[in-house]
């Protein structure tokens, strides 16, 4: 049993949220007072989505592709920390159990066999793509 401060109840709470979930999914400001409305991203900076899954729009590091980028970021997350160091065969085994998408896995086909890696990185420097080159 909650003891809150809330005195409104589950049942009003749910109430409450139907009445304003169309504000909530409006895609417009939804103040009357436009000083507490988000400012805008600035010119030198990338715009900002709302969606989860939307692509990443940061700049890219000197040296890469914004392709190779995207390859070693999803990499990195189908592959998580656990896997390293790996192995090709560890690599491929662990891209299908964790249902990457099947270019990443026809990627990781192309890495050579007798290699170990320790990252993400090193898997798309293995692979040909471009490296990141730091000051």
């Given at each position: 049993?909650?003891?809150?401060?809330?005195?409104?109840?589950?049942?009003?709470?749910?109430?409450?949220?139907?009445?304003?979930?169309?504000?909530?999914?409006?895609?417009?400001?939804?103040?009357?007072?436009?000083?507490?409305?988000?400012e805008?991203?600035?010119?030198?900076?990338?715009?900002?989505?709302?969606?989860?899954?939307?692509?990443f729009?940061?700049?890219?590091?000197?040296?890469?592709?914004?392709?190779?980028?995207?390859?070693?970021?999803?990499?990195?997350?189908?592959l998580?920390?656990?896997?390293?160091?790996?192995?090709?065969?560890?690599?491929?085994?662990?891209?299908?159990?964790?249902?990457?998408?099947?270019?990443?896995?026809?990627?990781?086909?192309?890495?050579?066999e007798?290699?170990?890696?320790?990252?993400?990185?090193?898997?798309?420097?293995?692979?040909?793509?471009?490296?990141?080159?730091?000051?």
């Amino acid at each position: 049993m909650d003891h809150g401060t809330n005195k409104t109840g589950p049942a009003r709470d749910d109430m409450m949220k139907k009445q304003i979930q169309g504000e909530l999914k409006a895609d417009r400001a939804l103040r009357a007072e436009e000083d507490h409305d988000p400012e805008p991203s600035g010119e030198d900076q990338p715009d900002v989505t709302r969606s989860a899954g939307a692509p990443f729009g940061g700049s890219t590091p000197d040296g890469m592709t914004p392709e190779a980028v995207e390859i070693r970021t999803e990499m990195a997350q189908h592959l998580g920390r656990a896997v390293y160091p790996a192995d090709r065969n560890a690599i491929i085994g662990t891209l299908r159990q964790n249902n990457a998408p099947d270019r990443l896995v026809e990627l990781a086909q192309r890495l050579p066999e007798n290699e170990r890696y320790e990252n993400a990185q090193r898997i798309v420097e293995s692979l040909g793509l471009t490296r990141e080159h730091r000051a």
